[in-house]
């Protein structure tokens, strides 16, 4: 069966930092487009990608929010992405959650919710002021 796990929440200070790994579960992300998601409280999850990553080829894409700020890694075994998350804001407030999606022979990908094939349980990140 195929599962993601988000984890590294947690509770910070504006400024602050936090980590977030995303898991592969049962499968590895080797040719896929992995990107990390938010929902801010009493919104929708925003269908832009807060960042997403290419396994193939390494490449990255950033929400104009975040950029300068977050970084969007892949480990060796491409088994775990990672989001490094610096200057933390309270409008970052929000539970991120991980979502991949298999790539086609372009390697094309849209960090886009809607294009997402697999998902993982949120992790609550509070930004504190």
């Known amino acids: 069966e195929v599962q993601l796990q988000a984890s590294g929440g947690g509770l910070v200070q504006v400024g602050g930092s936090l980590r977030l790994s995303c898991a592969a579960l049962?499968?590895?992300?080797?040719?896929?487009?992995v990107g990390w998601f938010r929902q801010a409280p009493g919104k929708e999850r925003e269908r832009e990608g807060v960042?997403?990553?290419?396994?193939?080829?390494?490449?990255?894409t950033y929400a104009d929010s975040v950029k300068g700020r977050f970084t969007i890694t892949i480990g060796k075994v491409k088994d775990t992405v990672y989001l490094q998350m610096n200057g933390l804001r309270p409008e970052d407030t929000a539970v991120y959650s991980c979502?991949?999606?298999?790539?086609?022979?372009?390697?094309?990908?849209?960090?886009?919710?809607?294009?997402?094939?697999?998902w993982g349980k949120g992790t609550q990140v509070t930004v504190s002021s």
């Open positions: 979502g991949a999606v298999p790539l086609g022979y372009s390697g094309a990908y849209f960090c886009k919710s809607y294009v997402m094939d697999y």
């Open positions: 960042s997403c990553i290419s396994s193939r080829d390494g490449s990255t």
């Open positions: 049962g499968f590895t992300f080797d040719d896929h487009a």
